[in-house]
T-cell receptor, first 116, second 118 residues
Framework: AQKITQTQPGMFVQEKEAVTLDCTYD???????LFWYKQPSSGEMIFLIY??????QNATEGRYSLNFQKARKSANLVISASQLGDSAMYFC?????????????FGKGTRLSVIA | GAVVSQHPSRVICKSGTSVKIECRSL??????MFWYRQFPKQSLMLMAT?????????EQGVEKDKFLINHASLTLSTLTVTSAHPEDSSFYIC??????????????FGEGSWLTVV
C-alpha cells in the first residue's frame, strides 16, 4: 500500500484564487510528520509547511495552510491568493516515527498550473 | 537558515566513467543525509541513507557497488555513480535534517544534480 497518495496529477487555478491540493497518508505509527514541498522546473525542493501528528492546530505559513484531518488521514495543502510563480510540482511527504534519522516518503506529486 | 548545497548541478559524462556528486550542509552538522533519485515526471525515490562514520544503508534494488556513498564528515556526503550507463541518467538530490527533537522537523534539500550519461 502506498504511504502517501496524491490523487491529482494536475490542477489548474486562476490567479488570485485559492486552491487545495489533496494528500492522504497511511501509517500505523502514532508519531509522524507531514511535509509539503514545491519543486519548480529547476528541480530544487522548496520546503513549504510541516504538520506534526500531535499538533493540535493546523499549520500555516503565509499563503500556505495545511488542512490536517487526522481521523481521515488527510493533509491537504491550501494555497490562498494563487500567483503565477506558484506554478510547479507539489509533493506531499511523510516521516514516520519521531524526528530522527528517518527519510521522507513522497507522494507522486501534483502539477499546479496558475492561469492569468 | 540552514542550507544544503549540492554540486555539480549538471554533469554530462561518457558511458563507463564515474561521476561524484557532493552534498554539503553549510551551517549545521548532519550525521545523516539521504540520497534520492528522481526520473522525469516521477516522484523522489529514496536510494540510501548516508551515515557519518559508518556504511550507508541502501534501499532494496539499489546497487551499493554502483552507487558508492561516503559520509566522511558531519557536513559532507558524496555519491559516486560508478561505470555510469545511460539508464543512470536522472536527477539526484540529497537531503539532511537540521537539529534534533522538535526542532529537527525541518528537512532541507540540496539543489539537486542532473546527470546525463551519453
Amino acid at each position: 500500500a502506498q504511504k502517501i497518495t496524491q490523487t491529482q496529477p494536475g490542477m489548474f487555478v486562476q490567479e488570485k484564487e485559492a486552491v487545495t491540493l489533496d494528500c492522504t497518508y497511511d501509517t500505523s505509527d502514532p508519531s509522524y510528520g507531514l511535509f509539503w514541498y514545491k519543486q519548480p522546473s529547476s528541480g530544487e525542493m522548496i520546503f513549504l509547511i510541516y504538520q506534526g501528528s500531535y499538533d493540535q492546530q493546523n499549520a500555516t505559513e503565509g499563503r500556505y495552510s495545511l488542512n490536517f484531518q487526522k481521523a481521515r488521514k488527510s493533509a491537504n495543502l491550501v494555497i490562498s491568493a494563487s500567483q503565477l510563480g506558484d506554478s510547479a510540482m507539489y509533493f506531499c511527504a511523510m516521516r514516520e516515527g519521531l524526528p530522527g534519522n528517518t527519510p521522507l516518503v513522497f507522494g507522486k506529486g501534483t502539477r499546479l498550473s496558475v492561469i492569468a | 537558515g540552514a542550507v544544503v548545497s549540492q554540486h555539480p548541478s549538471r554533469v554530462i559524462c561518457k558511458s563507463g566513467t564515474s561521476v561524484k556528486i557532493e552534498c554539503r550542509s553549510l551551517d549545521f552538522q548532519a550525521t545523516t543525509m539521504f540520497w534520492y533519485r528522481q526520473f522525469p515526471k516521477q516522484s523522489l525515490m529514496l536510494m540510501a541513507t548516508s551515515n557519518e562514520g559508518s556504511k550507508a544503508t541502501y534501499e532494496q534494488g539499489v546497487e551499493k557497488d554502483k552507487f558508492l556513498i561516503n559520509h566522511a564528515s558531519l557536513t559532507l556526503s558524496t555519491l559516486t555513480v560508478t561505470s555510469a550507463h545511460p539508464e543512470d541518467s536522472s536527477f539526484y538530490i540529497c537531503s539532511a535534517r537540521s537539529g534534533t527533537g522538535a526542532s529537527g522537523n525541518t528537512i532541507y534539500f540540496g539543489e539537486g544534480s542532473w546527470l546525463t550519461v551519453v
